[in-house]
């Protein structure tokens, strides 16, 4: 955020991976008064009208509260969040030299509840001139994975950053502080990357045995880019010659 600016603009979206695709099904804005688990809730029931089965939610680490565990226990929602390290003895957990399950106890308003953490140690071996080990703690419920593919699983969220890059490239730039026309652009945005991920899908799609995987050197984003802005030069008859007065030489 620049030094001169004085307002922002959050969002919250849902980002579904399902065999190799990956799309963003919806965007709200960040609102004051609507809790982490009023979003969730949204999310849950376009999920659900889409019949959308779950088989790991991930969430980023604002959602590690109490508030959000509770309500997705109670649900039975299968979920992992990474931990945050607040407290002597979430600290002490997450002291050790192998991958590992333990239980924390998680205190606060209301009733104590009780998490699962599944632990990965990972060795540095001079990474960044760092030794010694680190471990990576995430929260989970409704699976039974050993925590490296807990962690590997989590680590494919990261997919949702690249979205959010990409999007940005193609999001029309406003000065407006018009809130409805900075969420229409943003919807907008979002919906490019995913006709561009479909169109990927549909005709760049290697035909041979297993898993099936996209050639994205033949259908680049920018290429896509390229070819939007094309369309809308053409359709609004953008002017691309002027007529001179005097000729040069």
Not at 60 to 89: A, C, M, T
Not at 167 to 196: E, G, M
Request: with cysteine; hydrophobic share 40%; charged share 25%.
């Amino acid at each position: 955020m620049e030094d001169s600016t004085t307002t922002f603009y959050s969002y919250v979206s849902l980002y579904i991976t399902t065999k190799g695709k990956r799309l963003t099904l919806a965007v709200f804005p960040v609102k004051k008064g609507v809790s982490k688990v009023g979003y969730i809730r949204k999310f849950l029931a376009i999920l659900n009208d889409l019949s959308v089965n779950i088989a790991v939610l991930c969430l980023d680490r604002g959602f590690y509260s109490k508030e959000v565990f509770s309500f997705l226990q109670k649900e039975n929602i299968p979920h992992i969040v990474p931990v945050r390290k607040h407290g002597k003895e979430l600290k002490k957990i997450l002291r050790g030299n192998h991958s590992r399950y333990a239980l924390y106890t998680m205190v606060g308003t209301g009733e104590p509840l009780d998490l699962t953490l599944a632990i990965n140690v990972q060795y540095l071996q001079g990474k960044n001139g760092k030794f010694g080990n680190v471990n990576l703690g995430c929260v989970v419920y409704g699976i039974d994975w050993n925590p490296r593919r807990v962690y590997h699983v989590y680590k494919n969220r990261f997919a949702i950053e690249s979205s959010y890059r990409m999007r940005n490239i193609v999001k029309a730039k406003t000065s407006s502080r018009n809130v409805a026309i900075r969420y229409l652009l943003t919807i907008i945005s979002f919906l490019l990357k995913n006709v561009w991920v479909s169109l990927q899908w549909i005709f760049f799609t290697r035909v041979r045995r297993g898993p099936r995987t996209i050639d994205e050197d033949l259908f680049r984003f920018a290429l896509f880019r390229l070819f939007i802005w094309e369309g809308i030069r053409k359709k609004l008859k953008f002017v691309t010659f002027v007529t001179v007065l005097r000729s040069w030489g």
